[in-house]
């Protein structure tokens, strides 16, 4: 069985939203991100989709402590890892590396319980692909100081010679090349852009990174190549994605196991080939039949659904699909469904996901 990275349990992020009546001042809470659980194994992919205001950026932000969680645990699961230190070039980074193991000994940290340098020492085991290549990129800074800077500001690294080093190496895995360390982030195109960003998530040695949107700014050919390049670096370096995204096409290709996000909480979350090929959640079953077969004589019908996506400061009682919902009986108005599991890796909120089959066959 594959090693757990990161266990996340009953998350919940809200934000405070203040509004002026006449006399006085009212403070309701959105709730953006209202009590998700799942666990990342080292390695391995998971892919977030979901509507658009539905909440899939701020859990990547919340698990990377971007933002406070408002409640619940992320739990980092380290372990020693002196075997990677013999493979890193440079002495300062083995350094650094065998000081955080002091201060990290192997086994699980809760990220909400570190702050200051506690919390800046750990960075380097997380990461970001922030989802627009160009207004990411500091344009008056050259690539090489780009990518370096995640090493410095860590305090990985101080040495120049060692720091070129490295970005050289992780350019390369990157297909960059020597040349592209001396030019500013304009002179590239967008698909050169993302390797760019990969590039710095990437040149600390991270455990584990959220890919935000990474390829929805790109053409499908270049989605195809910053995707294929993600599956080869997680061959190399063994590092472990959140995949957040809204083309289901994308996310069957790269992920290992599919969460999908409603409102602030999670309808359904399964290996990619069951979710995909056996959903079980109406709002799975909805957005899945949505993408486009390869096949032009391969019925294509998607479900149309009713309405809009609610708001999170009012979301409805019960389900918070039962608004959109097709199959929606009395029940799902009045009670919140469970968070459950059907079998051992697949896990449905619904009251009656046993009664549907949305099953289709994997030629289709």
Known sequence: MTETLIEVKNLQVRFPVRSKKLFRTETTELRAVDGVSFDIKRGETVGLVGESGSGKTTVGRAILRAIDPSAGEVIFHTRNDEVDVAHIEGEELRKFRQHMNLVFKAGPVQLSSLSGDML??????????????????????????????PLVASGMMSNRDEIDARVREIAARCKLNLEHLRRFPHAFSGGQRQRICIARALVSRPDFVVCDESVSALDVSIQAEIVNLLKDLQDEMGVAFLFIAH?????AQISHRVAVLYVGKFVEYAPTEKLFFAPRHPYTHALLSAVPRADPDADFDPIKLTGEIPNPLAAPSGCRFHTRCPYARPRCSAEEPDWRALDEDHFVACHFAEEFDFARPSGH
């Open 120 to 149: 800046r020492m750990f960075r380097p085991r997380m990461s970001l692909v922030f989802q627009d290549p160009y207004s990411s990129l500091n344009p008056r800074m050259t690539v090489r100081d780009i990518i370096a800077e």
């Open 247 to 251: 083309d289901l096409s994308v996310v």
